[in-house]
């Protein structure tokens, strides 16, 4: 029954073909079902479907990373279309939005948010990233150009994710990005020692970082190396002056991951030998990478976690669905549209995040959907939608962009815990008295929400739709016409109201 309403549903778009359609249906109920039979065995009761205010707004942070507008969310809360839910997810998908944000997404995770000279490149970047996500480029071919990129950053902005300032990336950066980017797994720790937990050996690590070793023209900065034409394919680190200056160094050939030695061919790089055998839809351990840091980015933890370190002492929550959904995704072309359209149009992610009554378990087995915390870019994207463009400041760096100096302020460690408020004092400072957003940004967003209303009921429900994307609870009505009346004025009344919740936990949160 839910698998034909979900293919029905997304043959409403003439850019969904119906064997797509059923594809994504098929892997909604694939989730599901795998889901359910997990919390049958261990007793547990899924939670019920999450009411429409809190999966629009869900959702839309998480494929757009930005919250909807106060009239979409009016339009999906009154719309009575009992397939609004999967009309509304294949509009995101289908929009430019979808790409910017997991571009931006993705320049997170490949280039330093410290690599202050380079913004302007990070931007482009991102922008090539987006569109390739916006064609629905396959995972694979992202991943192959991105790892065999070669030439100027601003010739060719996949370049700039084997740059860091003036000069292309050292090999132990290089093979640590992308073994946890691209094959879900922590190499850094056997670098200068083998593994102390899991298989991984001194030889596995110099084995991948020699496929490196051909990556800089000497005496050309920010120029990435084109070798295997002009140079000997077979030359490993072991040629290289700075071999003895890494920290463990191991002279070892160029190996793929689990001990396959790569055998040279004449004019292919190294770069290029590794790429092609990362994106094999039979490797081991591309696909499910991807599978588990997309359901990572969606539900907050990954089916493996830490979402980059898989390997055999780190068994996954549900295996089979990681190896199925890993599977069909490598038999798709790694169709990410496909990828994200199954998950949040399954049962599963559309469930409640209100807890039950074994909270901690119900969270780790996906009985219901866990809290997230905003990404500084999701906060700050999601402040620009609702008050405007950030005004000039006394003491705030702009030189390198607004949303840049705003990201930094905010910004983490390495892959932070989705799940786990890591702000401070001075970043809730900032929000609670930022004239960049809450001065005369402020007064324009009340002024918006007063120009139609008729009533003061009609404003305080503009305004929650904007900041929360909901409408207020009788009780929060109630409270809002009470603080209304004490106010000196009623905009003064407003602006407040507007500011209490912009400075809510549940504005802060993904729920």
């Known amino acids: 029954m839910w698998r034909n309403l979900v293919a029905a549903a997304l043959l409403i778009h003439v850019s969904i073909s119906a064997s797509q359609a059923d594809e994504a249906a098929d892997l909604s109920e694939l989730i599901d079902r795998s889901i359910q039979s997990r919390l049958d065995a261990d007793g547990l009761q899924r939670a019920p479907q999450a009411d429409d205010a809190e999966f629009l707004r869900r959702v839309t942070l998480d494929v757009h990373g930005v919250v909807p507008s106060a009239e979409s969310a009016a339009q999906f809360l009154d719309s009575p279309d009992p397939q609004k839910r999967f009309r509304y997810v294949d509009k995101l998908l289908a929009s430019p939005r979808f790409g910017e944000h997991f571009g931006d997404v993705w320049r997170s995770y490949l280039i330093s948010p410290l690599a202050n000279e380079q913004r302007m490149q990070t931007d482009r970047f991102a922008d090539w990233m987006a569109a390739r996500f916006n064609r629905n480029d396959g995972w694979d071919e992202i991943a192959y150009d991105l790892l065999t990129a070669v030439g100027k950053m601003d010739e060719n902005p996949a370049v700039t994710y084997l740059i860091e300032g003036r000069n292309p990336l050292g090999v132990t950066d290089l093979t640590d990005l992308s073994s946890r980017y691209f094959l879900g797994v922590r190499l850094n720790c056997a670098q200068c020692h083998d593994h102390p937990f899991v298989a991984w050996k001194q030889e596995d690590y110099w084995g991948m970082a020699a496929f490196f070793s051909q990556i800089q023209t000497p005496g050309r900065p920010k120029l990435v190396h084109v070798a295997g034409v002009q140079d000997d394919p077979r030359m490993t680190l072991t040629s290289l002056k700075e071999a003895d200056m890494l920290e463990g160094f191991q002279p070892q050939p160029p190996t793929f991951l689990g001990g396959q030695a790569w055998e040279a061919e004449a004019r292919t790089t190294h770069r290029a030998a590794l790429a092609r055998w990362i994106t094999a839809p039979e490797n081991p351990y591309f696909a499910r990478a991807m599978v588990n840091r997309m359901w990572w980015h969606f539900f907050g933890r990954g089916i493996v976690n830490p979402v980059d370190d898989m390997h055999a002492g780190n068994e996954p929550s549900h295996a089979e669905l990681l190896e199925s959904l890993s599977r069909r995704f490598a038999e798709s072309g790694f169709d990410l549209k496909l990828l994200c359209r199954a998950i949040v149009n399954s049962r599963t992610y559309q469930q409640t995040s209100r807890p039950g009554d074994r909270a901690d378990a119900e969270a780790e087995q996906f009985a219901r959907m866990s809290v997230k915390v905003l990404t500084p870019p999701q906060l700050y994207d999601s402040l620009i939608a609702i008050v405007g463009p950030p005004a000039k400041s006394p003491g705030i760096n702009t030189r390198l962009g607004a949303r840049h100096e705003f990201c930094q302020f ?91 919740l912009l400075m809510s936990s549940e504005f802060m949160l993904n729920h």
């Open 410 to 500: 905010f910004a983490a460690a390495d892959d932070p815990d989705p799940l786990r408020y890591e702000q401070g004092i001075p970043h809730v400072l900032r929000l609670m008295n930022s004239p960049q957003f809450l001065g005369r940004n402020l007064d324009a967003l009340v002024s918006r929400a007063t120009a139609d209303a008729n009533s003061s009921d009609e404003t305080i429900d503009e305004l929650f739709l904007a900041v929360l994307s909901r409408r207020p609870t009788a009780d929060e009505r109630r409270l809002a016409r009470d603080h209304l009346k004490t106010a000196d004025a009623r905009h003064t009344g407003y602006r407040q109201l507007a500011w209490t």
